[in-house]
């Protein structure tokens, strides 16, 4: 099919080009009747180059290839219409980009997880040489998912509307220790930093929002004594007031009161795209994802006595209006491989191919007698991350060939998708080195057409995992392995 597309593509775009040769006359062009004045030779030209470009997106596997593919057929059509008599046959191709353009919309298909995947098979001489090996039986993890004890969370933008210091707000409810309904609120800044304000039971870490935005400005505990946030049947009820850095009285609040049924989906929020130093990778799937509805709805931002508008959604979802407010009942947060300088503690497999030390659960793969991780399973009692690997990653402990390759995948439920990349291992005497990029980017799993919609206009929902990379230096002491890992952003001009 996408060869059929192109060809379409490529020959309906060159016959575009004849209209503008004919209309400043740069080939003998008899056998078309039709006069084309120099203003419609130019559409000619456009509808022709939109097209070509189309095809040439298309062959480079380019996702946007679309755009300029709906575009010119629909100038090409106008063209049709505009000259019949000689360019009625048009129509057919015009109709088939069409179709085949809102087929990539109109038909969900699910991300296919690796696992399913046949892949070649792995040698055990490449990765563990031809001598015998006595242990094989223990493996090492090095990596690390930490899970954030969240409940819900509120983003409210006034980014159109802004205050000198804020452009938006983040309530949060967590689990602490003493408590399942502790607040803590981000202040989204201008600057692109953050100020978080918590509630006295909560002791968050500062190191965990160097990757939120540019990192963290300000930390101060507030008494959110007086506010709320609950997600009920009619969507959103929210009060939340505290007193900012600068002493200013700070108010918001969401009573959401719609009789219509709320339909969420699942989302990868996009949290790690501005991140220029990360310190882990931010896994925000957000499961129960909605955005706040415009009618029935009361939104009120005020700070320092000034009342502020919140945006709006200019797309609408489900075929209702939208504000920007969106929320989440069920987030799952997790930082994905945060920074580590230390030793790896072995763990050694039973007679079984699975393996449970505390919240994490190990799938084995042999090979050969050698277990390898085929998948890694993380759980905080509500929810679970789960890492697989395909071919299964190699055994640290005795890994001896000079490169193993793979793929990854990285998941929470069915309805956030996947996060997919590749894995490649290295060794050099006593070194080892580890490499993981994302570079498949988020695959959605999402049914609902206005959302497919927009992650292909905007690529960025899909994309910006694909900008970071994990990368290990392992150093193999015989009788023990010293890792030191860290995250860096790659390719970060593809996606601003």
Known sequence: MKTILFIIFLLHGLIHLMGFMKAFKLADLNKLNLTVSRMWGFIWLFAGLTLLLAGILLAFNLQSWWIPGLAGALVSQILVFRFWQDARFGAIPNLMILVLVVSVFAKPIPPESIINEQMEAVSFEERYGTEVLTDGLQFYDPFRIEIEPMNRLLLINIENDSDTLYVGFEPQIIDAPNRSDAMLVIGWRADGKVDVYHDPALQPEHEKYSITGKGLANMAERDFEDSFFYVKDHGVQAQVEFED?????????????????????????????????????????????????????????????????????????????????????????????????????????????????????????????????????????????????????????????????????????PATGFIQGEYRVTRNGDHMAIELIPSYGWLPNESKLSLRFLYKVDPVFTTWPATYRWTADIVDGRSRLSMNSRWERIHQDAVN
């Open 245 to 413: 850095i600068h002493g200013r009285h700070i108010q918001f609040q969401v009573i959401e009161s719609s009789k219509r049924t709320r339909k969420p989906f699942g989302l990868l929020a996009p949290m790690g795209l501005t991140a220029e130093n990360p310190t882990a990778m931010p896994l925000i799937l957000l499961n129960e994802f909605y955005f706040v509805r415009r009618s029935n709805t009361e939104i009120s931002i005020e700070i320092n006595g000034r009342n502020h508008q919140s945006d709006i959604l200019p797309l609408p979802i489900d075929f209702t209006r939208m504000n920007f407010a969106r929320y989440c009942s069920n987030p799952l947060i997790a930082m994905f491989n945060p920074g580590y300088d230390g030793e790896l503690t072995p763990v050694t497999r039973n007679e079984n191919m699975t393996v449970d030390r505390g919240d994490i659960s190990y799938l084995l793969a042999m090979n050969e007698g050698v277990a390898e991780l085929a998948s890694r399973s993380q759980t905080d009692g509500k929810h679970i991350v789960t890492l697989n690997f395909n071919p299964a990653f190699p055994n640290l402990g005795v890994f001896s060939g000079s490169v193993a390759k793979g793929r990854f995948e990285i998941s929470g439920s």
